[in-house]
């Protein structure tokens, strides 16, 4: 059965830091791109960042540019969100998620989400 | 820009739903469509604009291609009632590329 199980969520100030992990099981982890989702309280789904099955080529929303670094460890099967100079909205949960097989790239296998709340 | 109408439906356990997505682009077929129960991550109904994902029920489907995109569920159950989003996939990185979701609610 395919997986996706976040980790690392949690309380952090403004301006704070944060790194979100996602452990991945139940397919061939690095032939398939991944990504980041978030859901703001109340809100709809914004993408955040993607990352191709190698690692080499990331992409980030421009919300989150320079700020977001996202990487994987394609030996322990782990996703990784590194978040920089949080800001208050940047409070949300956070999906990993699994990239379809080739492109173009949908959304197949979500996992259940992590919270992160920027508050002071 | 995606734009997901109406907002909300309000409708009953047996009706049929009709929900619509609309891209400023044209997207071909690559088009997605979630659903999103309280709590619960999204789930992936719908991919190319009209295939079901694994294990989805066939009271769901969807239709269009280019901008106009539909959701049906043709005999709505109680499990049904949820958030659906549209998501375009035809450009990469998807920037904006959810719809702001159709509130499915028991009327």
């Known amino acids: 059965e395919v997986q996706l199980l976040e980790s690392g969520g949690g309380l952090v100030q403004p301006g704070g830091s944060l790194r979100l992990s996602c452990a991945a099981s139940?397919?061939?982890?690095?032939?398939?791109?991944m990504s980041w989702v978030r859901q703001a309280p109340g809100k709809g789904l914004e993408w955040v960042s993607g990352?191709?099955?190698?690692?080499?080529?990331?992409y980030d929303a421009d919300s989150v540019k320079g700020r977001f670094t996202m990487s994987r460890d394609n030996v322990k099967n782990t996703l990784h969100l590194q978040m920089n100079s949080l800001r208050v909205e940047d409070t949300a949960v956070y999906y990993c998620a699994k990239l379809s097989g080739r492109p173009p790239w949908y959304f197949d296998i979500w996992g259940r989400g992590a919270l992160v709340t920027v508050s002071s | 820009v995606m734009t997901q109408s109406p907002a909300t439906l309000s409708l009953s356990p047996g009706e049929r739903a009709t929900l619509s997505c609309r891209a400023s682009q044209s997207l071909s077929d690559n088009l997605a469509w979630y659903q999103q129960k309280p709590g619960q991550a999204p789930r992936l109904l719908i991919y190319g604009a009209s295939i079901r994902a694994t294990g989805i029920p066939l009271r769901f489907s969807g239709s269009g291609s280019g901008s106009e995109f539909t959701l049906s569920i043709s005999s709505l159950q109680s499990e049904d009632f949820a958030v659906y989003y549209c998501?375009?996939?035809?450009?990469?990185?998807?920037?904006?590329?959810f719809g702001q979701g159709t509130k499915l609610e028991i009327k």
């Open positions: 990352i191709s099955g190698s690692g080499e080529t990331t």
């Open positions: 139940g397919f061939t982890f690095n032939d398939y791109a």
């Open positions: 998501q375009q996939y035809n450009y990469w990185p998807p920037m904006n590329n």
